[in-house]
């Protein structure tokens, strides 16, 4: 499995929601939701319109870890989330595939990511995992919590929040570009 990279520059997330805002609400949604609740794609992608319309919280049971995990529905997407469920019936699969009744693939998710990103200008390694990172990367500058942020990704330890969303690399990269003998 190939390391991805999340976006770290708000002006090209910005710049991929305006590209995926051409493709369809469908695949906007898909990229809000991804960098603003942090699931990963595999849980957000077997989302149906019933786990979502009237309510506050996304509430699933991981399919990596088999933990129950709640997620507030963030005015971030809510809006967008309300537009596009309004004529749907709630056994629909909140991001399904034109090819019958089903969810879209991850590999389906994984072009639309990438299209929009290399449109974009982003050359970093980029992929379905991205979302989550970008989520994980920007909430860690904002609030500077780890532990809060080990705790919704479930992992072991603050080191590998940390290495997962690339701050240590950042701090090495910094520490690194600064350091003259």
């Not at 976006?7 to 609400?25: A, D, F, M, P, Y």
């Not at 299209?115 to 200008?121: E, N, W």
Request: charged letters at 25%; hydrophobic letters at 35%.
């Amino acid at each position: 499995m190939e390391y991805v990279e999340p976006i770290r520059n708000i002006k090209q997330i910005e710049s991929v929601k305006r590209i995926l805002k051409t493709n369809g609400i469908r695949d906007f949604l898909l990229f809000l939701m991804g960098i603003n609740i942090g699931l990963r794609i595999s849980d957000i992608l077997k989302l149906k319109v019933g786990d979502v319309r009237n309510k506050d919280y996304i509430e699933i049971t991981e399919q990596k870890t088999g933990k129950y995990k709640r997620f507030p529905i963030t005015k971030s997407f809510k809006s967008v989330l309300e537009d596009f469920i309004i004529d749907k019936s709630d056994n629909e699969w909140l991001f399904s595939s034109q090819r019958g009744n089903k969810p879209i693939t991850r590999i389906q998710a994984y072009r639309i990511i990438s299209k929009a990103c290399s449109k974009a200008g982003i050359h970093e390694r980029i992929g379905t995992h991205t979302l989550r990172k970008t989520f994980g990367y920007h909430f860690y500058n904002k609030t500077k919590d780890i532990a809060l942020l080990q705790c919704i990704f479930n992992h072991s330890a603050p080191s590998v929040t940390l290495r997962y969303i690339g701050i240590n690399q950042d701090i090495i990269d910094s520490s690194l570009h600064s350091f003259c003998l």
